[in-house]
């Protein structure tokens, strides 16, 4: 039996109608809320996500997701005020003496949909710059993280009105109930194909989306870069959370002369980061059976067509999917045209830029890229020649972790945009007021045109 979840949605509009425009110390007392709340509890969120992954360690989840959104929602308390201002804008001559403004108003009540991958942080992130903005919030967690999904549940049930934020629970079912709301607002994070879906969805009711979705995010190392440092940023963005992060470096494009080197740096960088004490204790994860299975398939695909599979000694990780460097895996290959998403890397060689950028372009457009070179006109080609939702150079993902930059796709990783000031705007609605003064000619306005556009047009 599917649960009604239109009673529900139908009170938080009616509260969100009635309380139109929450004022500064309201919405700050709501991040307050919010951060208390995840700092409360953080060992229990901890645990149930290291339940719900079958091994994740709770530092991991500190340092990727309660940190994250901590640094998030004080950012946005601190500079919320500033934000809020009306924000004057220039009046044309034809309609001085006047002034012109924008105010930004909530719009109502945002749907947040989620995924498993970082089920704390892609849940929760997208409600500070919700709430900030002024609105209510209704929240699907993603089926796979079941433990978590509950907790935030109880969690938020206990710190919110229900009219406020409140927590949906189960399944595809669910989702596809709760994505044909009538929201003011619908933001979803996860796959493009379930994007599509939602937006599908969303177009019944003319709601606007934001889409946060996923791709093949690439690294290219320039000649100049030295091997050993760029191992050790691409093995950070790549096995955190077992590779199961949507701006994880997909594959990793390297000249044809260093793909050797960089392939020992990498096993040197793999064997530092997770020593075989530790390595099965600390390593998170592959989420299901069934994630497992579509790696393990990628993996046997370009097996059998010849490619070389490095991995360390598979009994330091005990059940888990080691981290695996792929060299020569085919073109066409899953590995090289599907995102990964897991603990596996290509090492695709290439002889020039040029080279490396038609590789990336051939393939839809990433939610990120990393460019690794200290040449600033290196950097210039890459930026230049591939488009993406964001970049980090010389490093992996910290652009995600600056909270003045905007975060989301572009194409098929992504529609719109949030984070800070950025995802403030795109949960408020920016309201356009002109007001002419006493003297303003304007009210004289009227029939016959016919000389007062020929007077404004000379
Ligand atoms: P998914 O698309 O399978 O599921 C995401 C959410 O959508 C879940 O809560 C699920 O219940 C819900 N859902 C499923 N079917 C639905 C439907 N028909 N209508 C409405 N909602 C529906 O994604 P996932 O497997 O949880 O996450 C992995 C994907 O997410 C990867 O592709 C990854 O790149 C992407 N991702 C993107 C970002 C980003 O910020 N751009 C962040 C994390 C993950």
Redesign the pocket.
Known sequence: MTIDLRPMFSAMRAASRHDRLPDLAIRRRRLDTLKSMVVDNRKEIATAIDADFGGRVHEETELTEILPLLSAINHTSRNLRGWMRDERRHVALTFQPGSAWVRHEPLGVVGI??????PLL?ALGPVVDALAAGNRVLI?????TPAFADLLQSLVAASFATDEVSVITG??E???A??ALPFDHLL????????R??MR?AAENLTPVTL????KSPAIIAHDYSLEDAARSIALGKFTNAGQ???APDYVLVPTDKVDAFSRAMQARIAQSYPPESAASQFTNVITDRHRKRLMDALEEVEQAGATMIQPPKADFGTKIPPTLVLGAPDDSLLLTE?I?GPILPIVPYNTLDDALAFVNRRSRP?ALYAFSHDRHAQRIILDGAIS?GVTLNGTLLHIAQNSLP???VGK??IGAYHGRDGFRRLSHARAVYKPHLLNLSEHLGPPFGSLAHWIIR
């Open positions: 949909v989620a995924p498993w991958n970082y892609l699907k967690p993603s089926e796979l399944g595809v669910v989702a596809q709760f994505a979803f994070t996860g796959s493009t194909d379930v994007g879906k939602v969805a946060e979705l996923g791709g992060t949507c701006i995102e998403f939610l939702g975060f989301g796709g990783s992504g």
